[in-house]
């Protein structure tokens, strides 16, 4: 049974890592480095860690959905700026 929390960015790493296990299985395979690809997407899209969610397996990260908190039309929004599963953990 996972357990799901809000994240800090200090477990970026982790993120990455969750991030790589997760779109292992894709058709495409990415060349870019994951962890720099993923970092600048949350700058770009205004990542706030601590409205993203994790779930996890004990100590290990299987999913997590990265939260961007910006302006829309003028209004304060919040969006989906990432969503990964690990494969075994999907359904």
Do not use: H
């Not at 477990?11 to 969750?18: D, L, N, S, V």
């Not at 720099?36 to 100590?59: E, I, M, P, T």
């Amino acid at each position: 049974m996972c357990q799901c929390s809000f994240l800090s960015q200090k477990q970026f790493p982790q993120i990455a890592r969750t991030f790589d296990e997760a779109f292992a299985d894709y058709y495409l395979k990415s060349t870019r480095k994951a962890d720099q690809w993923l970092y600048n997407r949350g700058v770009k899209n205004a990542v706030q860690y601590d409205c993203s969610v994790g779930a996890f397996d004990g100590d290990r990260m299987v999913g997590f959905t990265l939260v961007g908190i910006d302006d829309w039309q003028g209004r304060p929004a919040a969006f989906d700026a990432g969503t990964g599963i690990v494969p075994d953990y999907r359904g």
